[in-house]
């Protein structure tokens, strides 16, 4: 799988109510979307659960890289492109991604990156993020995780997708509202 996510930024007075109308009108547009795992609508309000800007982030797990090439060069991203400027899309090889059937309850999400050492073991690290993942599904509450390996940036981006918020903001931790999550062709 490909891990894939962009971050728009958006003005501090920028009304997030239009992102919150973005995606309750046009999300269902990707459920089915051939090659895609999941899609997760993200966002973050200034001054809520520790965000300091407006911000809308999607973040997808593409099953093929047709799926991800043809999205990028479809009508839906380039109405995105129109509405906000043509955004850097970050991509990355999942190293771990999966969720459960309730994945649509989702309604918080948290993101983590991390430097990977010079000289460190991938293949130790490789298996210790499916553990990662796994417990996160399994003990840690989560409807779905993805850790991605980017390779140009020697950095692991770890997401969960979480029912209820998460106690604390841990210093280094993205958190996001989801505002949908899309199901990606079965």
């Not at 894939?4 to 930024?9: F, G, L, Q, S, V």
């Not at 649509?104 to 990156?113: F, S």
């Amino acid at each position: 799988m490909i891990a894939m996510r962009y971050r728009i930024a958006l003005p501090a007075d920028y009304p997030m109510e239009i992102i919150e109308r973005r995606i309750a009108e046009r999300g269902h547009l990707t459920d089915g979307l051939p090659g895609l795992g999941l899609k997760a609508y993200l966002y973050c309000r200034a001054g809520e659960d520790g965000a300091a800007a407006n911000v809308y982030a999607p973040f997808y797990l593409w099953r093929t890289t047709e799926g991800m090439r043809d999205f990028l060069s479809g009508p839906g991203f380039a109405a995105l492109c129109a509405s906000f400027g043509r955004p850097v899309v970050q991509s990355a090889v999942a190293w771990f991604g999966a969720w459960q059937d309730n994945v649509a309850a989702a309604r918080h999400a948290v993101i983590e990156r991390l430097a990977l050492a010079e000289g460190e073991d991938l293949a130790a690290r490789r298996a210790a993020e499916d553990g990662w993942g796994r417990t996160q599904l399994l003990d840690g509450g989560a409807l779905a995780a993805a850790s991605a390996f980017d390779p140009a940036a020697w950095t692991l981006t770890r997401i969960a997708l979480l029912r209820e918020a998460p106690a604390a903001q841990a210093p280094g931790r993205e958190h996001y509202r989801v505002g949908r999550v899309s199901p990606g062709a079965a």
